[in-house]
């Protein structure tokens, strides 16, 4: 199994600019999530999914939309990138409301 | 979801035993304990979660005082792997999935 995959790994935008980032689990899992981390700072919660056909904002969802595709994949996308937003950003998956998360490997987004 | 309060930095021997504390004085009668950990840039990896009993794993051992209102994460032989910054999060169980909330966590270093 690869887990939760992220593509790209890293991505240079100029303001203005979109872009949507890929997520997908195979471990058949629930649950979705978006998280980002700035420097030198925890993660935080951008938006989420409890399953397959339901999305739902998190701490921080000004900006993004997402879109649950299926059960496997999780987008998230950023319509008009702002330097705010440059930022590291996590995936993850659980299999339901409680316990552990898998976290994918990160896509390292810049906006210049 | 009830805060928590950790550490910001911690020192240990490689081969020593490892202890964490974590305070979160406010969690509800519903909330879980859950520990991460992020090593360098990596995604966060999942330790350990418990309610209201210890518990324990492959990885670790978390305590929960009676009151619930701290907790101690052990990781029994310290290597210089478990160098990362650690988590402790409380968490309320929802319908609509698991939103963790991460705090500033606590930089361990691991000494030879």
């Known amino acids: 199994n690869a887990g939760v995959t992220q593509t790209p790994k890293f991505q240079v935008l100029k303001t203005g600019q979109s872009m949507t980032l890929q997520c997908a689990q195979d471990?058949?899992?629930?649950?979705m999530y978006w998280y980002r981390q700035d420097p030198g700072m925890g993660l935080r919660l951008i938006y989420y999914s409890a399953s397959e056909g339901t999305t739902d904002k998190g701490e921080v969802p000004n900006g993004y939309n997402v879109s649950r595709l299926n059960k496997r994949e999780f987008s998230l996308r950023l319509e008009s990138a702002a330097p705010s937003q440059t930022s590291v950003y996590f995936c993850a998956s659980s299999v339901g409301t409680v316990g552990e998360q898998f976290f994918g490997p990160g896509t390292r987004l810049t906006v210049l | 979801d009830a805060k928590t309060t950790q550490p910001t930095s911690m020192d240990c021997a490689e081969g020593r035993a490892a202890n964490l504390p974590c305070n979160h004085s406010?969690?509800?009668?519903?909330?879980?304990v859950y520990w991460y950990r992020q090593i360098h840039s990596q995604g966060p990896q999942y330790i350990i979660h418990?309610?209201?009993n210890n518990e324990t794993n492959e990885m670790a051992s978390l305590i929960i005082t009676e009151d619930r209102k701290s907790s101690t994460l052990i990781l029994p032989h310290a290597t210089l792997r478990d160098t990362a910054v650690y988590y402790c999060i409380v968490s309320r169980v929802k319908a609509a999935g698991n939103k963790l909330t991460f705090g500033g966590g606590t930089r361990v270093l691991v000494k030879p």
């Open positions: 406010t969690i509800s009668g519903n909330e879980y």
């Open positions: 418990g309610l209201k």
């Open positions: 471990m058949n899992h629930n649950s």
